[in-house]
């Protein structure tokens, strides 16, 4: 029990002192308002700090993460079909793929698919 509480002491000395000396030579010498700016990607934040979001890539990006995700529901669905009643996986199939198959009409249907430029 006391060899535990020894190393307990010790590695909490060790850490400390790494935070210590991380705190120390990360400290900022100059004290520079370039430096000190957050950094931006090719504009000044003082202007133009707000630009003009695209939606469409939003909307692709959101579209992306509801197949990606309907993706990982059909995978277990061809592992576990000789483990379960033929019937209930094929009618579990048909209603997850008409899902998906109405699901990108809708969205082919509000031009959710049409670029723009």
Do not use: A, H
Request: with cysteine; hydrophobic share 60%; aromatic share 14%.
């Amino acid at each position: 029990m006391m060899n535990l509480m020894i190393m307990m002491i010790i590695i909490l000395l060790i850490c400390s002192i790494l935070i210590l000396i991380s705190m120390i030579i990360s400290k900022k010498k100059m004290n520079d308002r370039e430096k000190l700016s957050p950094f931006e990607c090719g504009f000044d934040p003082k202007t133009s700090s707000r630009l003009p979001f695209s939606l469409q890539f939003f909307m692709i990006t959101i579209i992306f993460l509801i197949f990606d995700v309907e993706i990982s529901i059909i995978l277990p669905m061809i592992i576990i079909f000789k483990l379960i009643n033929k019937m209930i996986w094929f009618f579990s199939m048909i209603l997850i793929m008409m899902i998906l198959i109405l699901g990108i009409f809708y969205e082919w249907n509000q031009s959710v698919l049409n670029w723009k430029f």
